[in-house]
């Protein structure tokens, strides 16, 4: 079946690291591949996407690469601030079935001053 | 003003009482969905309806339904609450026009069910 795999966290990062959280897939056609971002108290919001292999998506300051054969689409930032702290998750979505989200489970990100 | 609202955002209710939680959007999309959060589980989809006349079933539906009673609403009933009902409830929509697909989630209601 189609799932999203992601590294567990929490992930504690001083200000100004580098970040890199992981996403793998498993899915039986060309997926979209998405980063949703949860900031405390809040819904989720669209961080950014890619729709097909070797896109990338950036946005913020992040990117993910749609890694087609290594099926990943890992979340990265190259200075990270105390506001990036957040849950982060990693979908899938399909097209032509149904079109629903898959998520993973969640990367819950905390930025220490 | 909020393009997705859910009401309550915070709800206790006992175990074996009927509620409902609300959704209601001002974006004008065909396609709204609700889900639950889990600690450790991420998201997972409830129901999900791709217009007034389509009602679909997620992977968790047993335990819930919903009413889908105009474009701009859809409601989650649990008919009989049980513990295990107890989480953050999402509602989302999307706009299928020209393939895109982003969806947009309601700021959550959280339901403890005693």
């Known amino acids: 079946g189609n799932s999203v795999t992601q590294m567990e966290g929490p992930v504690t990062l001083s200000e100004e690291a580098f970040l890199t959280i992981n996403c793998t897939y498993t899915a039986t056609g060309y997926p979209s591949l998405f980063w949703y971002v949860q900031y405390p108290g809040e819904g989720l919001q669209l961080l950014l996407k890619a729709t097909k292999a070797d896109d990338k998506g950036s946005n913020k300051g992040f990117e993910a690469t749609y890694r087609k054969e290594t099926t990943s689409f890992h979340l990265e930032k190259g200075s990270v601030q105390v506001s990036d702290s957040a849950v982060y998750f990693c979908a899938l979505f399909f097209y032509n079935q149904g079109g629903k989200l898959i998520f993973g489970q969640g990367t819950e990100l905390s930025v220490k001053p | 003003d909020a393009d997705v609202t859910q009401t309550p955002r915070n709800r206790i209710t006992k175990t074996g009482k009927r509620i409902m939680l609300e959704c209601s959007q001002t974006k004008g999309h065909d396609r709204m969905y609700w889900y639950r959060q889990d600690p450790g589980l991420g998201l997972r989809l409830i129901y999900y309806?791709?217009?007034?006349?389509?009602?679909n079933k997620g992977e968790i539906s047993d335990g819930y339904s919903v009413s889908r009673q105009a474009q701009a609403k859809f409601s989650l009933s649990l008919e009989s609450a049980i513990p295990n009902q107890t989480a953050l409830y999402f509602c989302?929509?999307?706009?299928?026009?020209?393939?895109?697909?982003?969806?947009?989630f309601g700021p959550g209601t959280r339901l403890l069910v005693l």
């Open positions: 989302a929509t999307s706009d299928w026009t020209g393939g895109e697909e982003t969806q947009y």
């Open positions: 309806s791709f217009d007034v006349k389509d009602i």
